[in-house]
């Protein structure tokens, strides 16, 4: 997701007073919010993106900024490269990035966080390098060029743009007010469907991908534990068709309202864009390794309309039932601080986990009175920040 468990550590040590009331609802009043949705004028939600929706930000005060791009390949891999860009105030900004990689055919599963210091942006402010990790964005802003050159990882992978990019409205939820008044903001522009290939080189094993990906450049502007308590993420793909879902849930500071904003790619053309949408954890159980619950089912809905573009919209439906069975991965943000200072912060404000599945899925996709069935790989992950 958006955050670096580094970055959690800062907050969740020098803000402790103040997040256990706002995390947990102690507080006195409610604040208002400006969802997504919410900054949409005309009525529609799809948004194309401007010549500077895809800037790297920088922006002060306490925010990060990320840029994921997430690759799912023909044969059943799965992978991502994050570059990550955390402002803390006062202090050096915190630069990392993450990597995962995913091949059951050859048996490799890796997963890599790795610390920087450089970040040097390119003029127009859409090309990044790093120490280990660099981006560049060509001038008419359709493909990414992305390379990893580190001890532990080789990383080089082309993102080309399949269709149109797209924002929600203004693509930020205001949370404490609104686009004037607001505490902070979290912010998401979407490519929803990538031609996708490359290499990853694990262990000295090349790993040639060839595949569907998604681009998302996010902000998260405020503290992120005070933003939500959970989040889920779907990227679903198929030869024909590309299905995304992006949901947070507010913390009770903010009304633990579900912000959710989704879109359909159907044969290679952006369909729709929607906020209707609806996760239903089923047949919950602990995980005595956490305490959280985890589903067994995942009910994923869909609600919107075509694009007015296009002609006269028409009501769009998806429904995707998912047995979230193949779990990659199960991650302890706070594994690497100290173990009584986390048991400290889990017990007061946090304990945040990340679960990771890749499973075979079908999505039922209706279009007006036409019904489309499409058969695919669904990646899922549910993000736990705190219980309340």
């Not at 889920?232 to 507010?250: G, L």
Request: hydrophobic share 35%.
């Amino acid at each position: 997701m958006d955050f670096s468990k580094y970055i959690y550590i800062f907050y969740i040590v020098s803000q402790l007073s103040s997040t256990v009331s706002n995390v947990t609802g102690l507080g006195t009043t409610v604040d208002s919010i400006q969802t997504v949705a919410e900054t949409v004028t005309d009525g529609q939600y799809y948004t194309p993106l401007d010549q500077h929706d895809l800037d790297w930000t920088l922006a002060s005060g306490s925010s990060t900024e990320n840029q994921v791009f997430y690759i799912t390949t023909k044969t059943g891999a799965f992978g991502f490269v994050q570059l990550i860009h955390s402002n803390i105030g006062i202090w050096n900004p915190t630069i990392s990035f993450t990597c995962r990689f995913y091949e059951p055919s050859s048996n490799t599963s890796v997963f890599k966080n790795i610390n920087m210091s450089k970040f040097e942006l390119s003029e127009d402010k859409r090309s990044v390098k790093t120490d280990f990790f660099n981006i560049q964005l060509d001038e008419d802003q359709r493909v990414y060029k992305i390379n990893i050159t580190h001890p532990e990882i080789v990383v080089s992978l082309d993102f080309t743009r399949v269709d149109r990019g797209f924002k929600v409205g203004e693509g930020k939820t205001y949370l404490g007010g609104n686009k004037a008044s607001a505490a902070g903001f979290v912010s998401h522009k979407f490519w929803p469907r990538c031609e996708a290939k490359g290499t990853f080189i694990v262990n000295q094993q090349i790993h040639e991908v060839e595949g569907d990906g998604i681009f998302i450049h996010a902000i998260q502007g405020m503290q992120p534990q005070l933003i939500a308590s959970n989040w889920n993420f779907v990227n679903f793909h198929s030869k024909e068709a590309s299905i995304t879902m992006m949901q947070f849930q507010t913390t009770k500071q903010y009304g633990s309202v579900n912000i959710n904003q989704g879109s359909l790619v159907l044969n290679d053309k952006l369909v729709c864009v929607s906020v209707e949408n609806e996760v239903e954890l089923l047949n919950r159980k602990k995980d005595e390794d956490t305490d959280y619950d985890i589903p067994e089912k995942i009910k994923l809905t869909w609600k919107g309309k075509t694009l007015k573009e296009d002609g006269e919209p028409k009501d769009v439906s998806i429904v995707m039932l998912v047995e979230p069975k193949n779990l990659i991965d199960k991650i302890d943000v706070l594994a690497e601080i100290p173990y009584f200072l986390r048991k400290i912060v889990q017990s007061l404000i946090v304990k945040p986990y990340i679960y990771q599945w890749l499973d075979k899925s079908t999505a039922e996709i209706t279009i007006g009175d036409e019904k489309t069935i499409v058969e695919g790989y669904c990646f899922q992950e549910l993000v736990f920040v705190s219980e309340f």
